[in-house]
């Protein structure tokens, strides 16, 4: 029930874009995305609730396929306080239900 | 956003002894608190899920009498770790959430927990 992210890990130059894909087997009734940087906690990015909703932030926006059981992260023009690792988190159990992760996509944005 | 606050971020423990981790929800009231653990370079593995006033519901494999979580209030869950081994040595972390469907969890600062 985990959800399956994808890549493992992206190393990109500075002002480069990038796409970090989230799946899941079962109905997905809702998408988290968080970062994480080393020896930190995670940070919350953003939720994305309905099938088709896209949200945004600075350069980082997100799209949900309810259909396609998907998420996909958008980072655009990337910085290099981009570098971490990204979570992509569902709900176990209906909109109350826990919140689960993926095994996350490493970051790393180079000058 | 909120804050959730963790305490305390390091602890060094020996082998045997007991160790209480706090998460407190600061500025909402936290109707959910998540419990998380992760080794190095790898995800956050949910280890229980507690909703003030009521028992902790546990995940596969994770021992209940070892990791007492109690949720006493809406600010405010702890965590126990007993008789504690070097294998329970790992990065501790809590997630508040408040009610209502859609809603985003918050983490504390994480607990660095140390067994020798």
């Known amino acids: 029930q985990q959800p399956v992210q994808s890549p493992q890990a992206v190393i990109l130059r500075e002002g480069e874009d990038a796409v970090i894909n989230c799946s899941s087997s079962?109905?997905?009734?809702?998408v988290h995305w968080y970062r994480q940087k080393h020896g930190e906690a995670p940070v919350f990015l953003m939720i994305?609730?309905?099938?088709?909703e896209q949200k945004g932030h600075e350069k980082i926006s997100a799209s949900f396929n309810e259909k396609k059981q998907q998420s996909s992260l958008y980072l655009t023009a990337s910085q290099l306080s981009y570098s971490g690792t990204y979570f992509c988190?569902?709900?176990?159990?209906?909109?109350?239900?826990?919140?689960?992760f993926g095994k996350g996509t490493k970051l790393s944005v180079k000058p | 956003g909120a804050v959730v606050s963790q305490h305390p971020s390091r602890v060094i423990c020996k082998s045997g002894t007991s160790v209480k981790i706090e998460c407190r929800s600061l500025?909402?009231?936290?109707?959910?608190m998540f419990w998380y653990r992760q080794f190095p370079k790898q995800s956050l593995m949910l280890m229980a899920t507690?909703?003030?006033?009521?028992?902790?519901?546990?995940e596969q494999g994770v021992e209940k009498d070892k990791f007492l979580i109690n949720h006493a209030s809406l600010t405010l869950s702890t965590l126990t770790v007993s008789s504690a081994h070097p294998e329970d040595s790992s990065f501790y972390i809590c997630?508040?959430?408040?009610?209502?469907?859609?809603?985003?969890?918050?983490f504390g600062q994480g607990t660095r927990l140390t067994v020798v």
């Open positions: 997630s508040a959430r408040g009610p209502g469907p859609g809603t985003e969890a918050f």
């Open positions: 500025d909402f009231q936290a109707t959910t």
């Open positions: 079962k109905a997905l009734y809702s």
């Open positions: 507690s909703n003030e006033g009521s028992k902790a519901t546990y």
């Open positions: 988190g569902t709900l176990r159990g209906g909109s109350q239900g826990n919140l689960i």
């Open positions: 994305l609730l309905k099938g088709g």
